[in-house]
Nanobody, 124 residues
């Protein structure tokens, strides 16, 4: 059983930056592909970014490409999401997720493990 705990959310002004962290325990972290999703009030949970086991391949939603960077440190069992040039529309609860596979990485149904989420609020 894998446990994921997100941290680093908060309130930031538009144009600012935040770095989210997701610490994993209870499994072999380097065996999992990892992703970040987000969910705004009244909306579905949307894909944000994905990273493969070794960190060599990353993928992003078009809405965050060029502003967000996903990375991982397998020695620390942690995945990060660096968010720059934040916009009010980035406001959401951000979740990290883990799975053995990497196909259909943009779909929530592909992920077996989820964190509890961390709130990110961007003011205009």
């Amino acid at each position: 059983q894998v446990q994921l705990v997100e941290s680093g959310g908060g309130l930031v002004q538009a144009g600012g930056s935040l770095r989210l962290s997701c610490a994993a325990s209870g499994g072999t972290f380097s065996s999992y592909s990892m992703a970040w999703f987000r969910q705004a009030p009244g909306k579905e949970r949307d894909f944000v970014a994905h990273i493969m086991w070794t960190g060599g391949i990353t993928r992003y939603a078009d809405s965050v490409k060029g502003r967000f960077t996903i990375s991982r440190d397998n020695a620390k069992n942690t995945v990060y999401l660096q968010m720059n040039s934040l916009k009010p529309e980035d406001t959401a609860v951000y979740y990290c997720a883990a799975n053995y596979g990497s196909s259909r990485y943009w779909e929530t149904s592909q992920y077996a493990y989820w964190g509890q989420g961390t709130q990110v609020t961007v003011s205009s």
